[in-house]
């Protein structure tokens, strides 16, 4: 086992990113990193070995996206199947995002596309990994079967939640999407947000977010290929949503 203590707190993907370097550069000691929340247990004892089986099954598979159920009722949240249709949480399938405390990453592909975006701090890193990752030819899956028990909780506990998710939307839009989407993708968001009808202090937050987005820095801008728009439409979720 190896530990890594750290003087200050990076976030989600800054420390999940020194984490992945413990293992070499990239991780390129090992062939596969598992990432699970601190406070989840993993239902079996061969997920490991589901991983390994499947990644050597299919060479194009970069990562594996676990499903997340509550420990006391056995009950997986609509938010943590990563598609739209997520109705039927035990129905594995292709999918265009991950979930960020369940998951397997084949190494190869911090290798190829780079780590996860240190600068979001929290919220919506794994889906620009995701992205990068698509554009470059990896697949993601939903597996139903690999499992981590995790407290239902509602993410929106966090004072700084509302913030983060607005700003963190924006930079995964400047970051990612060819430019045309850019106003397409963000305006759709705005209005699920109006739609979901958030408490004023919710609203207030959520817009000062919105506006850091666009203010501050995002990180290197690589916009995927429509190649990759396509194959991203052809996979249930096409990135405007």
Known sequence: MRTVELPENLGIPGGRNVGIEAFGPGGRDVDVLLFLDDDGLLARTDTAELC???????????????????????????????RLRASDPMRSSRVTTFLGGANAVRTKVF??????PDEFFYA????????????????????????????????????????????????????????PLVPVYLGVWLLLTLAR??????????????????????????????????RLTRLGRPPVI
């Open 52 to 82: 390994r089986e499947a990644f050597a099954a299919d060479p194009s598979l970069g990562i594996i996206s676990f499903r997340i159920a509550d420990p006391d009722t056995g009950v997986t949240q609509r938010r943590h199947v990563p």
């Open 111 to 116: 290798e190829q596309v780079g780590a996860l």
């Open 124 to 179: 919506h890193e794994e889906t620009d990994l995701a992205w990068r990752a698509l554009d470059a030819g990896w697949m993601i899956d939903y597996r139903s079967d690999m499992v981590l028990y995790h407290p239902t909780t509602a993410p929106s506990r966090h004072a700084v939640y509302h913030r983060m998710v607005a700003r963190n939307r924006v930079w995964l839009a400047r970051r990612n999407l060819p430019a």
């Open 197 to 230: 009808r958030p408490s004023r202090p919710a609203l207030k937050a959520w817009f000062g977010g919105f506006r850091e987005g666009w203010s501050t820095p995002c990180g290197p801008r690589r916009p995927m290929k429509w190649r990759t728009v396509w």
